[in-house]
């Protein structure tokens, strides 16, 4: 399970801001890295995630040192992470919130297995949003003991 993860965003503390809307939970700063926020879902998994600012950069520490953060200017608006997250918003919420904020939000159908609200935080960032109904449709796919012959030999 993926308790937490770390993405970037121009304005970290208002993605923070809108994502603890959606997740029903709370934003608050992460001293680690100065101006980045941690949204906390407040959850028994303890879902969160990290908005740097854009440009950041984890780099490995040296010896037994742990990591350290850079800042790239010289980056892409858009990346290859997303993650698939379940949160407790509706989605006439979710679709409320992306107008408010100008942000593309699309359903969408995910090959007939289930469905995930694309939500685009900044219309750069692209996170799976799953309503409680669709988090259902999610564990139903790939809770399968069979979900491998989904995946094997499409490459």
């Known amino acids: 399970m993926i308790h937490h993860i770390s993405v970037a965003a121009k304005n970290p503390q208002h993605v923070a801001k809108?994502?603890?809307?959606?997740?029903?939970?709370?934003?608050?700063?992460?001293?680690?890295?100065?101006?980045?926020?941690?949204?906390?879902?407040?959850?028994?998994?303890?879902?969160?995630?990290?908005?740097?600012?854009?440009?950041?950069?984890?780099?490995?520490g040296v010896g037994q040192d742990g990591c350290s953060f850079e800042r790239n200017l010289q980056t892409s608006q858009f990346t290859a992470t997303h993650a698939a997250v379940s949160v407790p918003a509706s989605q006439t919420e979710i679709e409320q919130i992306g107008a408010r904020e100008g942000w593309r939000v699309v359903r969408c159908d995910r090959e007939s297995f289930f469905d995930v609200i694309e939500f685009w935080v900044e219309n750069n960032l692209m996170l799976e949003l799953l309503t409680p109904e669709m988090t259902s449709q999610y564990l139903a796919f790939t809770q399968q003991p069979d979900v491998l012959k989904f995946f094997v030999g499409k490459n």
């Open 18 to 60: 809108v994502l603890a809307e959606i997740f029903k939970g709370q934003a608050v700063t992460f001293p680690p890295h100065p101006e980045s926020y941690m949204v906390l879902a407040l959850d028994e998994h303890g879902t969160a995630v990290e908005v740097y600012p854009l440009g950041s950069q984890i780099i490995p």
